[in-house]
């Protein structure tokens, strides 16, 4: 599964302060102290008042579910009633007792109406109770290890009617969603489905945990209108009734329940291929067009993916869908990956921001969570943290490695900044509050970036033959991490204890402070390294491998290794004539490791000037003298972020040479994002492009639509009236991403008579796109009288409030933050505009959000 997680503030700690000390080196004589003979051993009681401070209670553990039966197959017949937004179902189950003897068993069944369970083959009713969530078969016979039986169970479920929530990662737990049911939205009518974590219990009956693996049958009688989908191979396709069509899908290798799914609409399939296996692409009809570039990368993830872990692609089919409403980003579920509609996207919106990530994520997981599965949801870790690697493995690969550092950077800060807002805790997670509780930045990206550490440690060779190993090994089964590190082990000859149990059993992670001194009179340099995380959300003491690069005059680098191990540690560097420039600790950013390395504005501006490490150029950059920074360097820097940050350091006195690059990048810059901003910076220079030129980026039909709205913009900055003749002149119900460069330009004319376009798309706007144009929205609606704005404005504050997109929350409290500073109202009428403003910030549940939004509405 992948999650969406959005941050708007720039808040992260990756250092924490700590007292500077000085360690001595000395050598401890061996001694060794035994006095056997006068060893005493006395049974001390504890007094009441000891007694009475210790804990009553065991901590909480989430065991592994424990299992009495395993069912071999499930097949489902399912009808379903949209009115009722209910599945009229049939399931026959088989199953065998797991080892010891069973005479009767408990199925999941969340808010069924049960009708029978009878005996697959004698047809005899079953005694069974039911208390709504629980289903207790009792069987007629004892059955034995060796016993195979089927039942079958008539059943409708209701499950909009069961939800009781949902959590941060998967938005509701009803497990099967009815998509304008009853056909009055403006929206497609769909049925799918989201299992995981327990949640398809609500629409057909099952051991719903992820140590259980069965095969299945799915038969899926629907108006002959609507297309399906579920695992595996599509059998048949008959019509059985007028007007209806009975599908039925086969999936004949076993996998978990959590990823059985269905799903039902208005499709097309668009076909591709990979070697002897098919692969689908499942979009609304108007996007047929686009599919292939929608998942365009597929073929090539799945030849990169099975070379480098020895393994093919396990299963017999790929199809991947969108369906709207979604609850999370994605979901792996075999064979049939559901994704959001944040992936179904126009061609041009593709450029340089295509689904590559997700895609990589969903499709690794058919081998780590599909092939072997975890078995509790504790080891979450080892489905998500193996699903984010695949983006960098991905990204390094095929973009290349600076593009790749980008990537892991992007993961280390996410990890971090959430760490600090919510907490440390352990990556394999046994005292949980809700299972729920597990998909958050450590199973992700602390879990990637552990696994980027282990494969250092091991080395590449080493690190891919045990992931061959433990797949190879646990196909088909439930793993937890220690069948991780014995696989590793098995491989390297090496104990690995040392490494899963700081890494993956403890909270937290090192947290340094490196002090460096040169001794120009034995030439030598001294390192001092203080680990400086609390020990009571961390290990006092991590050992890990150190790298330092030492750089001197000439752009000459040295590495020097060492270990670390201690609390207080010293290092020296002999034999250096001359005072380096600058030393830095992690060079790779291969430690999970957050240093404060008290560099000097020189040494950090050096760093800048002289690494090739994406991560490093961003960390030191807000450090470094902006005077001093080789822009030219940065702005040609093989990364898109560099070029980015590159350009938001250039001024009109940057230079003829520097103004220049800016020119031509706004021309012919290889990645949209940055042509985009260098147009538009070009524009605030002084030097825009000619009209002419902006005209034709704006009416390119080749050109992606984000440096469409930055031409547009650029024309608005210098002949607004040219701007909106050209925004006649488009279609811009093409794609949603050129409205919000269209919602800039009519709320800078002012003009309260382009008011409808933003009534037309309010509803539909999400996302990015939702940020500016809600604060154009509410621009424009301030050039009204108060009265005739303050419902729109009430209206608008209620949507955001309701929605769970962050985007338009801080769309909407920009927008009213700009209208009270800019408009002469009194007292009551700012406090009726604060009051809604707050009304949106207090639906915000993250505090560190909620006082970033406060920000905007202080008074500058």
Known sequence: MKQYIFAFIALLIISCSGSKKTAETYVAEPIEYRELDTLVVTDTPVSTEEADSIDNSLPVYRASYERTIDIRHTTLDLRFDWEKESVIGKADITFKPYFYEVDSFELDAKGFEIGSVVCGDSKENIDFSYDGEKLLVHLPHSLQQDQERTISINYIAHPGKNSTGGSAAITSDQGLFFINADGSEDKPQQIWTQGETEHNSNWFPTV???????????????????????????????????????????????????????????????????????????????????????????PKMLSFFSELLGIPYPWQNYDQIIVRDYVSGAMENTTAVVFGEFAQRKKRDLIDDNNDHVVAHELIHHWFGNLVTLESWSNLTLNEGFANYSEHLWTDHHYGRHEGQAQLFDEKL?????????????????????????????????????????????????????????????????????????????????????????????????????????????????????????????????????????????????????????????????????????????????????AEQNFSTNESTYLVNHSDHVGVILENIQEANPILVDVNR????????????GLEMVHPGSGPEILDLVKEMALHAKNSFVQAKAILLSTHLGQSLDEITLIALAQSQEKPYRVVNAALSALNEINPQTALEVIRTLNIRESDALIPGVAQIYSDSRNTEHLPFFKENEKHIRGQNALPFYASYLRLLGEQEFRDMITDIIDIADFAAQSNDLFIKYGVIRGLAEVIRSKNYGKEQNDTLRGRADHVIESVEDFQYRSFFRSLLKEE
């Open 208 to 298: 719903d945990k992820p140590n259980e693996r069965m095969t299945t049958d799915i038969y899926l009688t629907v108006e002959d209108r609507f297309k399906t989908l579920s695992n595996g191979i599509l059998i048949s396709s008959e019509s059985k009734e007028a007007g209806f069509r009975t599908d039925h899908w086969k999936m004949d290798q076993p996998h978990a329940p959590y990823l059985v799914m269905i799903a039902i609409g208005d499709y097309v399939r668009v076909k591709d291929q990979w070697q002897d296996i098919e692969l689908g692409y499942w979009v609304e009809p108007q996007y047929e067009k686009d599919a292939p570039y929608i998942f365009e990368n597929t």
């Open 414 to 594: 996410g990890y971090l900044y959430a760490g600090h807002a919510s907490g440390l805790h352990p990556l394999i997670r046994f005292g949980y509050s809700d299972k729920e509780d597990v998909f958050d930045a450590h199973s992700y990206n602390k879990g990637g970036l552990v696994l980027h550490m282990l494969r250092h440690e091991l080395g590449d060779k080493a690190f891919f033959a045990g992931l061959n190993h433990y797949l190879t090994t646990h196909a088909y089964s439930s793993v937890e991490i220690h069948d991780l590190r014995l696989s590793m082990e098995k491989v390297t000859g090496r104990d690995l204890n040392w490494f899963f149990n700081q890494w993956f059993f403890s909270p937290g992670h090192p947290m340094l402070d490196v002090e460096y001194q040169y001794h120009s009179e034995n030439q030598e340099l001294t390192i001092l390294i203080e680990q400086t995380q609390d020990p009571e959300t961390s290990l006092p003491i991590y050992q890990f491998p150190a790298s330092f690069d030492v750089y001197f005059a000439g752009d000459t680098v040295q590495r020097y290794d060492f270990w670390i191990n201690q609390r207080i540690q010293e290092f020296t560097i002999p034999d250096l004539p001359k005072k380096p420039e600058v030393i830095n600790f992690n060079p790779d950013h291969v430690v999970l490791a957050p």
């Open 634 to 645: 940065l702005l040609r820097f093989p990364a898109r972020d560099i070029q980015l940050v």
